[in-house]
């Protein structure tokens, strides 16, 4: 069977071209994110996998959902999502198509698990030491876990940088039972 991915990748390149042909790569970042949001409800998810339900009307919901935001071009995309029926991907589409963007723009996302709440000079210091690791501008995601005890875990792509207290106790506990 393919991959959702896999699926998802073609959407996500003919995205990506189309934003870019018209330098709109940030709204179309944030017309994928709408339309993946709809897609995933379960409201809209019911209407998708309704046989009766027409795919016009189906672009029509997410229209009315989306308001002035959708322009003519991004309405045409998702013609061609539907006429496949494809909306489940949207999800996939939207995150392929930010990795896309932020290759294109040479930007890295960065995901920050910390113990407390950085302040503002912590992430600001935190940002520059990985812009000087990675080399590309950071766009940095910062989520509190209280059980990592202190530290942080850095997580971007496949890289996982555990920096945690709690990272470094099962290390050690690991080393003990050996």
Excluded at 7 to 20: E, K, N, V
Excluded at 137 to 158: C, K, N
Aim: hydrophobic share 40%; no cysteine.
């Amino acid at each position: 069977m393919i991959s959702r991915i896999t699926l998802a990748r073609p959407y996500a390149r003919a995205a990506f071209q189309a934003a870019r042909d018209t330098d709109s790569l940030g709204e179309w970042s944030q017309h994928l994110m709408l339309a993946s949001q709809v897609a995933a409800a379960p409201e809209m998810r019911e209407l998708v996998d309704n046989p009766r339900i027409d795919r016009d009307r189906l672009i029509e919901v997410f229209r009315e959902i989306g308001g002035d935001a959708f322009d003519e071009r991004f309405v045409n995309f998702l013609r061609s999502v539907g006429q496949h029926k494809r909306f489940e991907l949207l999800p996939e589409i939207a995150a392929q198509f930010e990795f896309l963007r932020r290759e294109a723009q040479q930007r890295i996302h960065v995901r920050v698990t910390s113990a407390y709440p950085l302040e503002s000079d912590e992430q600001e210091a935190l940002t520059r030491r990985l812009k000087s690791r990675f080399g590309r501008e950071v766009d940095l995601e910062i989520d509190v876990d209280e059980s990592l005890i202190g530290g942080v875990v850095i997580r971007t792509g496949d890289e996982v940088i555990d920096g945690s207290v709690r990272g470094r106790l099962e290390q050690l506990g690991k080393q003990l039972a050996v």
